[in-house]
């Protein structure tokens, strides 16, 4: 009995990926989610992300806006090719860039936008308002 209740709270978990070229950030998001009940994945380069990343897997994407090769909206749109659902939060230290990639990306969904440097409390506060 105790493997289905643990088994069932297993299941209840949401799963988490970020993407976001620093790795200290990364780190620190994977330890403080996880310690929250959340199941993260972290990646540091978007393109290793992108070909790891597989349909309906997760209930939400942490995306870093600036990083090298990619940047997080060109990573997204590369991710609706696979999932045209994919729920994603952009995470950013740079307002200014942000707003200036909305000009350029004008469909982009920017619905959640979580700015740097957060608490892993008001993290887990977004997340649970963006997924519910």
Do not use: W
């Amino acid at each position: 009995m105790k493997y289905k209740i643990a088994n069932r709270n297993f299941l209840m978990k949401k799963k988490i990926l970020v993407v976001d070229d620093d790795q200290g950030t990364t780190l620190s998001f994977k330890l403080g989610l996880e310690n929250h009940d959340f199941i993260v994945d972290t990646f540091n380069d978007p393109e290793i992300a992108l070909n790891n990343f597989k349909p309906e897997v997760y209930d939400l994407c942490l995306i870093d806006i600036r990083m090298h090769g990619m940047n997080g909206f060109e990573l997204v749109q590369e991710m609706k090719k696979i999932d045209q659902n994919v729920r994603v939060c952009f995470i950013t230290s740079f307002k200014s860039y942000y707003e200036g990639l909305l000009e350029e990306y004008p469909n982009m969904d920017h619905r959640c936008f979580i700015q740097k440097p957060i608490s892993i409390e008001n993290l887990v506060k977004q997340i649970e308002k963006y997924i519910a």
